[in-house]
C-alpha cells in the first residue's frame, strides 16, 4: 500500500537460517555496507532464507526447500502487498538509490525482476517486516544435484549485465533505523561512459568489475607540447633572423659613432704641418705656345711674389696666362718677374689680393738624411695634395730639361732626395721640415725606366711617383729668388773652364778646346788665376768626389759667387790641389 509509510518486502526465513546470517566484522564495516541482520518471524511463521551465505570450504549441505508459510500480520506490520516479486529488494535507510538483487531462474530463463519503486525510509518503530500475505511458490525449481538456492555455485543462468557502480556515496544513518545487510548498489548508466560488464554474484565485492582504463599521463602531454611549441617557436625565430640578416633589420638603422672631439693637431705633426702651410700653397695654371701646363709655388711675402719651377711657367707667352688659385678657392692673374734655366727658378706676383701668407724659409744646410717632410702639391691637378716621407739624401747631383737639345734649357740641381710621393703637377711646391719651414722646392722625379731626372714641365706627359723625389735646396733657391725679385736675373757661379763631357773616365776632365774653338781655360778667370791647365782632371771639391762633368757644375752651382773652393786634380798620374775664388755669370 502507499499511505505515506515505506512499503517493506522481505521473505519469510526461518530461524537457524536467519542465525546463520554472518555478523560483519568491523573491518567490513569500512566498505561503507550496513549489515542487514535477519527478520525476526512471527509467531507461528516459516521463514525463508534470505541470505547470500559466503561459499564454504567444503560441499553444500542439502536442505529441503522452503514451503510458503502464511502469517497473520502483527499490531505493528503494515498491510501486505497483494502480489509477491520474485526478486527481493533491500535498502538502506539513507536515502540512496536500491540495489536490486535478482535471483535467477532455471539456467536457461534469467529471472526477470519488476522495476524496482523507491523504498521511503523505515518508520522508527518498524521492527519486523511483513510477512507474504498469501502462500507461495519456490522459488527455485527442486535442483537434483541437491544445490540450494543460496549454495554452492550451480548450473545458474549467468546475471544480465550490470553497469560498474559509481563511487559508494558513505550513507546517512537514520537515528532510528536498523541496520540492513550487506547489498550491492544499483548500477547508474552514465550514457556510455563506463562499459558493461558479467556480474558475478559469488566474487567479492569490487573484484568482478574490470580495472579502471589508467588516464593518459599528463606529463606526456606536457612534454609533447612543449617540444611542438619549441619546434614552432625556432622556426618562427629563425624565419626572422633570416629576414633580418637580409634586409638589415625591420627598423630604422643607425650606426654608433664617436662624438665630435678636440680637432687640433700637434704643430710637428703632419696635420699640424698641413694646417699650417696650406694657406700659403698656391697652384698655378699656365697657357701658351698651343700647350698647358699645371704646376705649384708658394708665397715668399706679402707683396705677393710667389716662387715656382721654371719649367712649370716656361711655356706662358705672356702674363696674361698665368692664373693662380688659392687656398681658399680664390683666383687671380699673375705676372712672370723672372726665371732661371740653369736653377730651374722662377717667381711670378699677384696684385689686388688681401690676405695673402708667407710660407717661412727654413736652412737646407741644417737638414739631415732622415729627417721627416712634408711634400704639398697640385698632382695631375688635385690641388691641396699633402704627402710625407723623409730625406733620403742630400746634395745629390741631378739634370733636368735639355729638350731644345742643344743645352741651353738643361738644369743642374745639387739636390735633396726625398721619399715623399711627388708626382707630375707637384713641381714648384714646397717641402717642408717638421717646423713647417721650407727647406727645398719640388722640382723632379726619377722615371722607372733609368736616365736622369726630369722636370715636369707637362704633366700628362710625365710618369708617376716611385719614391725618387728631388728638390731644390732652398738655400740656393732663396739667393736665386732675390736676384730674380731684384734684377730680374739670376747669377751664376763659374770657374772659368770648358768640360769635356764626352770623357768617360772617373772625374771631370778639362777640355782641350772650347765649344767655338776658343781657349778651354777661360784668360783671366778663376781657373786660370788657380793655375788649371788643358787636360787636367778634377776629381774633388772641398774634399767631395766628383764622377763627371755635370757633378763638377753641380757642386758649383751650389755655392754663390765669390765663394772659395779647394780642388783637386789629377796630372800626368800626379795629385794637385788647387785653390780658387768662383766668378760670376749672368743666368737665362
Known amino acids: 500500500m502507499n499511505n505515506g509509510k515505506p512499503n517493506w518486502w522481505s521473505r519469510p526465513s526461518s530461524t537457524p537460517e536467519a542465525a546463520r546470517i554472518p555478523t560483519p566484522s568491523p573491518a567490513d564495516e569500512g566498505d561503507g555496507d550496513f549489515p542487514l541482520p535477519a527478520p525476526r518471524p512471527a509467531p507461528g511463521q516459516e521463514s525463508a532464507d534470505l541470505t547470500d551465505p559466503a561459499p564454504a570450504p567444503g560441499p553444500p549441505a542439502a536442505e529441503p526447500p522452503a514451503e510458503p508459510v502464511a502469517a497473520d500480520a ?16 533491500l535498502t538502506k535507510a539513507a536515502p540512496e538509490p536500491a540495489v536490486e538483487l535478482t535471483k535467477t531462474g532455471p539456467a536457461t530463463e534469467p529471472a526477470a525482476a519488476p522495476p524496482a519503486e523507491p523504498t521511503p525510509p523505515a518508520p522508527a518503530d518498524a521492527e519486523a517486516y511483513a510477512p ?16 540450494p538456492p543460496y549454495g554452492e555455485p550451480g548450473p545458474w543462468a549467468p546475471a544480465p549485465p550490470v553497469q560498474r557502480p559509481p563511487a559508494a ?8 533505523s536498523q541496520p540492513q545487510a550487506h547489498a550491492h548498489p544499483q548500477p ?20 568482478g568489475a574490470p580495472p579502471l582504463p589508467r588516464k593518459k599521463s599528463r606529463k606526456g602531454l606536457a612534454i609533447a607540447a612543449a617540444l611542438a611549441f619549441a619546434l614552432v617557436t625556432g622556426v618562427i625565430g629563425g624565419g626572422i633572423g633570416a629576414y633580418v640578416e637580409r634586409n638589415g633589420g625591420i627598423t630604422t638603422v643607425e650606426l654608433p659613432q664617436a662624438e665630435a672631439g678636440d680637432t687640433g693637431r700637434a704643430p710637428d705633426s703632419v696635420a699640424g704641418i698641413a694646417a699650417s702651410a696650406l694657406p700659403g700653397v698656391v697652384t698655378l695654371h699656365v697657357r701658351g705656345n698651343g700647350s698647358s701646363g699645371t704646376g705649384t ?22 702674363s696674361e696666362d698665368i692664373s693662380v688659385t688659392f687656398s681658399s678657392g680664390e683666383t687671380a692673374r699673375a705676372k712672370l718677374i723672372g726665371k732661371d734655366t740653369g736653377y730651374d727658378l722662377a717667381v711670378v706676383q699677384v696684385t689686388g689680393v688681401s690676405g695673402l701668407k708667407a710660407l717661412p724659409l727654413g736652412n737646407s744646410d741644417n737638414v739631415r738624411v732622415g729627417d721627416p717632410v712634408v711634400a704639398i702639391g697640385a698632382p695631375f691637378d688635385l690641388s691641396n695634395t699633402v704627402t710625407s716621407g723623409i730625406i733620403s739624401a742630400k746634395e745629390r747631383p741631378i739634370t733636368a730639361g735639355g729638350e731644345k737639345g742643344d743645352g741651353s734649357d738643361i738644369s743642374y740641381v745639387d739636390a735633396l732626395q726625398t721619399d715623399a710621393p711627388i708626382n707630375p703637377g707637384n713641381s714648384g711646391g714646397p717641402l717642408l721640415d717638421s717646423k713647417a719651414q721650407v727647406i727645398g722646392i ?9 736616365g736622369s731626372g726630369e722636370g715636369e714641365g707637362d704633366g700628362a706627359s710625365q710618369p708617376g711617383s716611385i719614391g725618387l723625389g728631388f728638390a731644390i735646396p732652398i738655400n740656393q733657391g732663396k739667393r736665386v729668388a732675390e736676384e730674380l725679385i731684384n734684377t730680374g736675373k739670376a747669377t751664376h757661379p763659374v770657374i772659368g773652364v770648358s768640360l769635356d763631357m764626352q770623357f768617360q773616365g772617373d772625374g771631370a776632365r778639362v777640355g782641350e778646346k772650347g765649344k767655338d774653338g776658343s781657349a778651354s781655360v777661360t784668360a783671366g778667370g778663376p781657373a786660370a788665376k788657380a793655375g788649371l791647365r788643358p787636360g787636367d782632371v778634377i776629381t774633388k771639391v772641398d774634399g767631395q768626389r766628383v764622377h763627371n762633368g755635370e757633378e763638377l757644375i753641380v ?28 766668378g760670376s755669370s749672368q743666368g737665362t
Open 555 to 582: 757642386k758649383i752651382r751650389a755655392h754663390r759667387p765669390g765663394d772659395k773652393l779647394e780642388l783637386t786634380l789629377s796630372r800626368d798620374g800626379k795629385e794637385l790641389t788647387k785653390t780658387l775664388t768662383l
Open 442 to 450: 719640388n722640382s723632379a722625379i726619377r722615371a722607372a725606366g733609368g
Open 132 to 147: 507474504a500475505p498469501q502462500a507461495r511458490q519456490p522459488l527455485h525449481t527442486p535442483d537434483e544435484y541437491r544445490t
Open 169 to 176: 556515496v558513505p550513507p546517512q544513518a537514520h537515528p532510528h
Open 188 to 207: 547508474q548508466p552514465q550514457g556510455g561512459a563506463a562499459p558493461w560488464v558479467q556480474y558475478d554474484p559469488w566474487s567479492a565485492p569490487g573484484t
Open 74 to 89: 502483527g499490531p505493528a506490520a503494515e498491510p501486505p502487498a497483494p502480489e509477491a516479486a520474485p526478486a527481493v529488494e
Open 297 to 318: 709655388g708658394f708665397v715668399l711675402d706679402t707683396k705677393g711674389h710667389i716662387l715656382t719651377n721654371n719649367h712649370v711657367v716656361d711655356g706662358a707667352a705672356s
